[in-house]
């Protein structure tokens, strides 16, 4: 199966701060790639698909001006959480998709703690 | 009514027996099915995907998909404590949006 690296792992930061995570497909051109957030003990909850070369597109009830999202490149998605909360401490974890029949491959998460 | 429901658990089996594992969708449009395992605190793994009706083996674990039934199953043979995990199903809704449909997966725990 595909590569999906993330970093950092973990990550804690203060309140009002912002924190990037990077999502690279290591095994090929991903021009999508999903970003989802997971609360202890609950389901995975998709947040956005990120396009490469254009805008993300969020689901319902994410805040695009607090999630920023930039697909540059074919292999590299970045997830910001501007001015951070403790609210927003999750597991984040990105998701590229490809063959066969578009098979979605997770990263190892990362891990945010707002303090 | 969701999209992709699963039973929360969780599923206790001995060590040894065969568990197994239940999902249904209402999208009759699907076409592919995952399975995906998820350890406490770790990101999901893909286990199986099956497209077509009937069994698929790989290892000790078996998909079963019906698709007139909007059923997809896991069965897994002779299992471990370390089988001991959350069990995700994933549907393709084939409705042009690429993301999977995850259901809210198993608990299973298996007993030594």
């Known amino acids: 199966g595909a590569v999906v690296s993330q970093h950092p792992s973990r990550v804690i930061c203060k309140s009002g701060t912002s924190v990037k995570i990077e999502c690279r497909s290591l095994d090929f051109q991903a021009t999508t790639m999903f970003w989802y957030r997971q609360f202890p003990k609950q389901s995975l909850m998709l947040m956005a698909t990120s396009n490469e070369g254009s805008k993300a597109t969020y689901e319902q009830g994410v805040e695009k001006d607090k999630f920023l999202i930039n697909h540059a490149s074919l292999t590299l998605s970045t997830l910001t959480v501007t001015s951070a909360h403790p609210e927003d401490s999750s597991f984040y974890i990105c998701?590229?998709?490809?063959?066969?029949?578009?098979?979605?491959?997770f990263g190892p998460g990362t891990r945010l703690l707002v303090l | 009514q969701k999209e992709v429901e699963q039973n929360s658990g969780p599923l206790s089996v001995p060590e040894g027996a065969i568990a197994s594992l239940n999902c249904t969708y209402s999208?009759?449009?699907?076409?592919?099915f995952f399975w995906y395992r998820q350890y406490s605190g770790k990101s999901p793994e893909l286990i199986m995907s099956i497209y077509s009706n009937g069994d698929k083996e790989d290892g000790r674990f078996t998909a079963q998909l019906n698709k007139a039934s909007q059923y997809v199953s896991l069965l897994i043979r002779d299992s471990q404590p370390s089988d001991s995990a959350t069990y995700l199903c994933?549907?393709?809704?084939?409705?042009?949006?690429?993301?999977?449909?995850f259901g809210s997966g198993t608990r299973l725990q298996v007993q030594p």
């Open positions: 998701s590229d998709v490809g063959p066969p029949k578009e098979t979605q491959y």
């Open positions: 999208d009759r449009v699907s076409q592919s």
């Open positions: 994933a549907v393709n809704p084939d409705t042009g949006r690429r993301a999977l449909t």
